[in-house]
């Protein structure tokens, strides 16, 4: 008998069960937002309600047998509710309409969080909903007001950096009775990037490039911060001074814009020190979360850098739009589709 970790290969009956619902899945239309229907709302009873059944079926044929009135009343009362409340499950999903959030960037290892609005134009709350990405176990639930909405949040993590598509959702429901169990199954069309995860701890950040005109190199401090800094003068710009500087010495210091203007800060692929670094494989996934690393330490110090991947090149600049233009730039990083 096969163990539960053999490979699927090894399972014959689970391979043809992934080989059906890869089938399955792709015949299903991609879409961020969509109305449950009897077209796409799936019904069969659960294991409680195989065994009710088999115990009704009892029920008839002993009542049947010793003419007991009592019997006959017992099992049509408890047909007849499962058979409501096989209508009211049914109806418990149907006609809600799930809209996809828009996810968030993220970084790689982190749990990306999927957020869906249900939509209930019914006069009546819908209970016991569940969602949940296709083939996990990990449920969030809610109830949908009457003519209202709700938002529910399931979670999955991304296997590596890239752009990935939403992974197919489930919902489904097994209000009042547990005896049916009523699904669908929802394929978002949203993709979510993921950043390569940054390095926990990188080296300071290089030194930077003379302009033209310029001295040889500005020295960096083991802080991974730039020198170039200055007591602070009454009247700087808050966005000068050097907070994380200050919090160590409790001497407000600033910026030396002037030093500063002297010189560019280039994250370069080659400046990694990473050995192999652009021949691509491990090398360069780990130079990409140096480099990561660097992009957010250099804009937590508020510093204008520029970025260089082999033949592309980011100007220097700052800010959060910046900063989201090398993020993606190293999420895409020899994926074919390194647009900024």
């Known amino acids: 008998m096969a163990s539960a970790n053999a490979p699927r290969w ?84 149907r006609g809600i309409t799930m809209t996809l959030i828009a996810p968030e960037d993220h970084f790689a290892g982190a749990s990306v969080t999927i957020g869906v609005n249900l939509l209930s134009d019914k006069r009546s709350v819908r209970y016991g909903i569940g969602l949940a990405v296709l083939g996990t176990d990990h449920w969030s639930w809610t109830d949908v007001p009457a003519q209202g909405r709700a938002k529910v949040q399931v979670a999955f993590q991304a296997p590596h950096r890239g752009l990935h598509r939403v992974p197919a959702l489930t919902a489904e429901t097994r209000f009042p009775l547990g005896t049916f169990r009523v699904w669908t199954v929802w394929r978002p069309a949203a993709q979510v990037l993921v950043y390569p995860a940054p390095e926990l701890h990188p080296p300071p950040l290089p030194p930077g490039e003379a302009r033209a005109g310029g001295q040889a190199t500005v020295q960096r401090q083991n802080t991974g911060e730039f020198d170039g800094v200055r007591a602070y003068r009454r009247g700087d710009p808050l966005k ?29 692929l080659a400046h990694t020190g990473i050995a192999g670094a652009t021949a691509g494989g ?59």
Not at 251 to 257: F, M, N
Not at 286 to 306: E, F, I, M, T
Not at 315 to 337: F, I, K, V
Request: glycine share 8%; with cysteine.
């Open 282 to 340: 491990a090398a360069m996934e780990q130079a990409l979360s140096r480099l990561c690393a660097w992009v957010l330490l250099a804009d937590k110090q508020g510093l204008h850098y520029g970025l260089r991947l082999g033949g592309q090149e980011i100007a220097t600049g700052s800010g959060e739009a910046h900063r989201r233009n090398c993020l993606q730039a190293l999420a895409l990083t020899h994926t074919g589709a390194a647009e900024v």
């Open 10 to 93: 090894w399972n014959p009956v689970a391979l043809v069960r992934g080989r059906f619902q890869r089938w399955w899945q792709a015949r299903l239309p991609l879409r961020d937002s969509t109305t449950l229907t009897q077209r796409n709302v799936y019904i069969l009873p659960t294991g409680p309600g195989f065994m009710l059944g088999a115990t009704l079926l009892v029920l008839l044929i002993a009542s049947i047998n010793y003419q007991l009135n009592l019997g006959y009343v017992l099992t049509f009362l408890l047909t007849g509710s499962a058979v409501v409340g096989m209508h009211v499950c049914h109806s418990t999903l």
């Open 240 to 268: 000068l001074v050097v907070w994380k500087k200050a919090a160590k010495t409790d001497e407000l210091v600033s910026r030396d814009a002037q030093q500063v203007q002297r010189f560019e800060l280039w994250l370069d």
